[in-house]
Every structure is written in C-alpha cells, then in structure tokens.
C-alpha cells in the first residue's frame, strides 16, 4: 500500500469515526415537496406508443406476483417467507439477523459465519425487483402495484436510518439502490403521498452524502468508483435541488470521463480481467452517457470510442448462444433488473453497446428481451458470425473462430494481468488458461465464483490455478492468495509472438509465477490447426531442473470423459465431440472430480451454487525445456 493510500486510509477512518455521531443539518433535516426525480428517457418511453415485448410483460406479471406474495429469490435463494416484515436485514441462509441499531462500520461482514455471506442481503437491499414492477405498473395503470413499490422503499427507508445495519457500509450497494428508487419515482411519481416525498427526498439526499463522503479511491478504485460517480452524476443531474447536488454532478462526470479510458484498455479489454465486471462497468457508463446526450450534457468521444472498442471484445468473446467463457469472477452484478431466473447479462450489455453507438454488427447473434432495453433500444439479433483470429494485446486475450462441419468453434487463450489496480480483486490465478466452447456449449471452463467473503477454501480454490486451464507446479497458484480479494503476489504475462499478422496460427506467451520460488518461466504455445482442431505445448525454461506440475483442463459438468486407448473422449448426450491426446508418458492422466481433500473438480455457474465437474489433469515430472503437447481434435461429422 503506497503512503498516499495509507493516509487516505487514515484520514477516511477519522471521517468514519466523526460520522457516528455527526450528520450535517442541511442533509439530515431535507425535506421537499417537489416532484420526485425521474429518468427523462425513460418517462419519455412510457408516454409513447411504443409496444413493450409481450414476453417481458408476462415475465413481469409473473414476478410481481411473487413479491407480493413475498416470495424473494435472488442469487438462486429463496428469503424465508415468514420473515418477511423484518427482510432487510435477513440472511436467507442461517436465518439470522444481520445488526439493525449498529454503526454500519462497526459491522463486521468479512468471513463471518455468524450471519453467511453479507452478497446475499445485499443483493435485496438493492431493491432491483422494483424496477420492473414499477414498469409494468405505469404501462398497466395499476395504482395499487404503484403504491406497492412506493411502499417497499419507505418500508426499508423506515428499517434502515442513516448510519444504522448493514445496508450503509458499501458504496456499490447504495448506488445501485439509488437507480431503482429513481425508477420507481419515475413510474408512480403521481401515487406518493407529500410525507413519502419528503421521506424519499431526505433518503436520496443522505445517500448521495455518503457517497460523496467515502469514495472508493486507490487500490479500492474498480467498478465500485464507476458506480459511485455514475449514481452522484445521475442524481446530481435530475435532482439538482438536492444539497450539494451541482458538487455530486460535477465530481461524477469527472470521475467517469477519467475512469472509463482506465478501466477500459484501449482494445477494449475491461481492466478487472471479468467479461461480467466490465458489463457491469459499461451498463453504469452506457446509462451516464444515454442520459446526458438526452439533456444535451453529452460526454466526451473519447468516452464513448471506449464503450464501443468494449463492444469488440465482448462481441469477439460471444458465442453463438450468446454465452462468453467465464473469465475471473462473476457475482451477478447489474444496474438494471428484469427478472428473478439468470440472463444472457453481458449480451444484453453488448446490445446497448451497439444501439448507442450504431455498430449493428456488434450485436450478438441472438436477443436479449430485456428491461435495460426501454433505455438502449431494443435488442436484435446479428446475421453476421465473427471468423478469424483476433489478438487483445493490451487486455491479454487471443480469440479463435472457426467453424467446422457447420458448428461454430470459440477458442480462448489468457496472457494479461491477473486483474486492476493492485489488489486485483476480482482476477483469478489463471495465467495461460484456455476456454473452449463448441457451437454454444461451454467445454473447457473456469470454475467461477461461487462465494465471496464467507467462501474460506473455496474461494481459494476457485481463483486458485487448478480450477482453470493451465499449468501449475507442486500445487502452488501462479499467483498468490492472500484474501478473499487480495493477492501477495502476481503473475506477469508476456505475448512472445502471436503470429497475429501473418499465418495466424500460433499463440505464444509466458508468465513468471513460478520464477521466485522455482526459477523458471511457464510458457506456452497456442497451435491453431486445421478443422478447429488445436494443440497446447507447455514448456518451462530456467534453471535445470526436475519439477512436479500439473496440467489441468476443467469441463463443464454436462459432458462426460472416458478413456480410449491413449486417448480421452469427451461426449455430451452420448455423442462424442472431442478426442484429447497426449502423445508422450511424460505425464500420466487421470480425472479428479467433486475432490474434497484438496478441493479439485468443482464448478459453480451461478453466485452460491458449486457442483462436481470432470477435471482432466496431466500429472507427473518435467524437466525444464522438456516439452508437452496435448492435442484437441473434434468429432464432430
């Protein structure tokens, strides 16, 4: 930690420890009984004739229904329906209540397992479900669905005074919560009583003090900056009566005209080394940019070339089935909200992505019906599939699609940074990782995320390096762990020749995790062959020496391996799709899977799932600039 930083982290604990017992009068006494603030655009949208999907309007008839029938379920939990009046501070989990009446920083939500992962109620206090409600309830006319979400936010504002739970230590958190109260004033402005006025007024001022108070700043400085800044800028702008409201305008824009050109590489790779995490940056960056052009407060070009080379990468990393390989950690995060059941999320970004900027050839070659859609435009699909090589060197990826036998080939390999600035919190220990996917089905996989500050092992061991696709030596991650979102040290990731301008058939790189504690470089080549088939050649050079490694290749859970000779087969549904072979006795295969001691074989598609999934792994001594191959070759007929 620099001695900027430490200072800032001085300086910012005083403030914590004022902000106890202190709340200036001005924000603490705000009352209004103006209009509530609204979303121009889409206020705008809801007034023109314009015909909302039929299928988005059953999706939610049918979650409106589950609200008020109190039936919760985010992150694929369902909250105890018999403890709904005292929700908001609810781990749905242990049952248990987290602190209501306590000074939110006293609180501790790191690795408790007193109260379970402090995501999950988060995740509710967000109040992202009354956003589609609220929609429908405009659309429809129904005054009494629009009293329901007017009461939701004053039952929590009421549960939650400033300072007081759980709900007011992360400034993520009450930036998303800020957009689904806008969203909601918007739709039933005209439903709210002059005293829930005043009540919203004096919340939204209280949130954007203490956004304005704490700043994510330094190694803290990721998507939770973009988000912070993006939320003071949009409530800065369309409640400007608020106190302090042109300081939370101005200081917004600025960060997110700065923070967009550093969180997004210049070839439009995200910073956070997460195809999920720069969606969620971008969806923040995307709604900032819409609603200034709107009221003619645009951002700069620079601003939006970025948002559009992001548009590349994703595109490039879209399956056909609008899937993107699972690269570092994903823990659902969205600004907006349509649904309770998952969504293609990173493919309803890169729709918005395309409208805004008029790149159709950057939509996927699916639709995503969404609600983001009522503020990007509609979704549609592209008729145009992506082919070729294409080399992300300043992010760190190479992408392969070819397509064999009509079916489409999507061929990833990792030789970037472990992740931003120097916490690097979300980047897994996956340098020199492949992922594979054929014709929409994920083969070769990371192995996600699953938990966050309650995960303990498990969160070590799904960023560690034997949950991806690489190499590793006597068990050791080729970066080190040293907290559910910190690193002691990381891998540096160098492309040796990537042949991307000539042949294009080869994808070379290192990385130095293992040089302090073995003196040696992992390298390896990416051979793109013909017929989608591919062969990885790992290679250590440095001192001369004997190590023990590993080569290991995750596959979803939905295929299945079995031997053949000298060969493996990979099969889904009983057809067989993909022969791996390893032409030497180097190293001896085996499958670990759902391993317990140690953990090894595991998969987690979903925040707070994990099942057992097919680990095929090479095992056994290699001499340095000894090499391995292993071949790929498809099945398909």
Not at 531 to 555: M, Q, R, Y
Request: net charge negative; with cysteine; proline share 5%.
């Amino acid at each position: 930690m620099s001695i900027p930083e430490i200072w800032h982290r001085v300086c910012e604990q005083l403030k914590r420890a004022v902000s106890r017992y202190y709340l200036p009068s001005g924000v603490k006494n705000y009352t209004s009984n103006d209009s509530l603030p609204v979303f121009p655009i889409l206020h705008k949208v809801l007034n023109s004739n314009l015909q909302i999907n039929k299928h988005l309007l059953d999706e939610w008839s049918t979650l409106a229904n589950s609200v008020k029938n109190n039936d919760f379920q985010f992150l694929g939990i369902r909250w105890p329906t018999d403890l709904t009046n005292q929700i908001w501070h609810l781990d749905p989990i242990t049952q248990d209540q987290w602190p209501a009446d306590q000074y939110c920083y006293h609180i501790n939500y790191r690795n408790t397992d007193q109260y379970g992962d402090v995501k999950y109620i988060w995740e509710l206090n967000r109040l992202q479900y009354l956003q589609p409600l609220a929609i429908l309830a405009a659309i429809n006319d129904d005054k009494d669905l629009s009293l329901f979400c007017l009461g939701q936010i004053e039952s929590w504002i009421d549960a939650n005074p400033p300072y007081k739970g759980i709900n007011w230590p992360s400034g993520i958190e009450l930036a998303c919560r800020i957009i689904s109260i806008l969203v909601v004033t918007t739709c039933a402005n005209n439903f709210a009583s002059e005293k829930l006025k005043n009540k919203i007024h004096n919340s939204l001022a209280i949130h954007g003090y203490w956004l304005m108070r704490y700043p994510s700043r330094f190694s803290s400085a990721n998507n939770h900056l973009i988000s912070e800044a993006s939320a003071l800028f949009i409530l800065g702008l369309l409640a400007p009566n608020l106190p302090n409201a042109k300081t939370w305008y101005s200081y917004g824009k600025k960060t997110l005209i700065n923070e967009a050109t550093k969180q997004i590489y210049s070839d439009g790779v995200g910073a956070e080394q997460s195809p999920t995490y720069t969606a969620f940056t971008v969806e923040w960056l995307l709604l900032c940019g819409t609603i200034g052009k709107d009221l003619n407060d645009d951002f700069p070009q620079e601003y939006w070339q970025r948002i559009e080379k992001c548009g590349e990468y994703l595109r490039w990393l879209t399956d056909k089935q609008g899937y993107q390989p699972s690269i570092g950690d994903n823990d659902e995060g969205k600004v907006f909200f349509s649904q309770f059941s998952a969504e293609a999320y990173t493919t309803s970004i890169l729709s918005g992505i395309a409208n805004t900027t008029q790149r159709e050839d950057l939509n996927a070659e699916i639709s995503v019906p969404h609600l983001r859609e009522l503020f990007f435009g509609e979704s549609k699909p592209s008729s145009e599939p992506l082919q070729g090589v294409k080399c992300f060197a300043q992010g760190g990826y190479s992408v392969s699609r070819t397509y064999t036998n009509d079916k489409e080939y999507l061929l990833v390999m990792d030789h970037g940074p472990l992740g931003y600035l120097s916490i690097a919190a979300h980047g897994h220990a996956d340098a020199l990782s492949i992922w594979l996917h054929i014709d929409g089905q994920p083969i070769l996989v990371d192995a996600g995320t699953y938990l966050y500050h309650s995960g303990g092992n498990w969160r070590d061991y799904m960023r560690g390096t034997s949950a991806h696709n690489t190499l590793s030596i006597d068990k050791h991650n080729s970066s080190q762990i040293s907290g559910s979102f910190n690193w002691s040290a990381k891998a540096n990731c160098n492309l040796i020749n990537d042949d991307n301008q000539s042949n294009r058939n080869l994808i070379y790189a290192q990385h130095d995790g293992y040089k302090k504690r073995f003196n040696v470089y992992h390298k390896r080549k990416l051979h793109l062959l013909d017929n989608s088939s591919f062969k990885v050649t790992d290679c250590l050079h440095g001192d001369a020496v004997t190590l023990p490694v590993e080569i290991g290749f995750l596959f979803h859970p939905q295929l299945n391996l079995a031997k053949n000779k000298n060969s493996w087969i990979v099969s889904n549904n009983n057809q067989a799709i993909l022969e791996i072979t390893h032409p030497n006795d180097i190293l001896q295969s085996t499958i670990e899977q759902g391993q317990k001691k140690p953990l090894e074989g595991w998969y987690s598609d979903a925040f707070g799932y994990v099942e057992p999934a097919p680990r095929l792994v090479f095992k056994g001594n290699l001499k340095t600039k000894q090499e391995v191959t292993i071949n790929f070759n498809p099945l398909f007929k």
